[in-house]
């Protein structure tokens, strides 16, 4: 029987659609850095607004995209990265524990980095939503602001590498392609792993 026929839709496309196009905004903002600062501000919003309606999905959205689906215990997780260097890592049919918690953290890296860069803005060129805070030039919160922008926007490529490593890993072991998953969101029931 054909692999297509086995394949059940788990991504909506709201997950699809937010997926790339924060991997679109986080892209284009990280290479503009301060020298396209209209660009680099703008994609920064688009990071924060994907992540604030992809919160509000993890409660609302479809059975895989919620929060509920895909966090998991400590234990989990840990034992889920045992199976997977032993290769021998179960299918999950959403996202398995170590997928569960890259989210999470990707989620929180990128709303530090998305907000810290808002407030920075706001102190460094006294524009944006968070303008008004910063009605006196103060030099120490502007480079407070400017040090964690910019370690969380390293911190999320080094989460990125890891996620892009993580999907290649389970693709291979689990004989599916996950990227292509993401494009039109199916994936091998599993039951059909088994």
């Known amino acids: 029987m054909s692999n297509e026929m086995n394949k059940v839709k788990v991504w909506d496309v709201f997950v699809r659609l937010f997926h790339w196009s924060l991997v679109a905004c986080f892209f284009v903002a990280y290479i503009t850095e301060e020298d396209f600062l209209f ?6 919003y ?11 999905w993890g409660f ?3 059975k895989y995209a919620r929060f509920s689906d895909f966090i998991y ?14 290769l021998r890592a179960k299918h999950y049919l959403g996202h398995n524990p170590a997928a569960g918690a890259m989210i999470l953290l990707m989620m929180a890296s990128l709303l530090i980095t ?3 860069g808002v407030a920075l803005y706001g102190a ?13 030039s103060n030099e120490f919160w502007k480079d407070v602001l400017e040090e964690i922008h910019e370690l969380f926007a390293d911190f999320t ?3 990125v590498i890891i ?11 689990n004989k599916e392609n996950l990227i292509k998953a993401m494009i039109d969101g199916k994936k091998v029931s599993a039951a059909d792993k088994e």
């Open 46 to 56: 688009g990071v924060l607004a994907l992540i604030l309606l992809r919160f509000v």
């Open 163 to 173: 996620h892009v490593a993580g999907v290649i890993v389970e693709s291979l072991i």
């Open 124 to 136: 460094e060129e006294q524009a944006g939503p968070l303008a008004s805070w910063f009605t006196q």
């Open 73 to 86: 215990s400590p234990a989990q997780i840990k034992q889920f990265l045992k199976d997977t260097l032993l």
């Open 39 to 44: 660009i680099h501000t703008y994609a920064g």
């Open 114 to 116: 998305a907000l810290s």
């Open 157 to 159: 490529v080094v989460l």
């Open 60 to 62: 609302i959205g479809t």
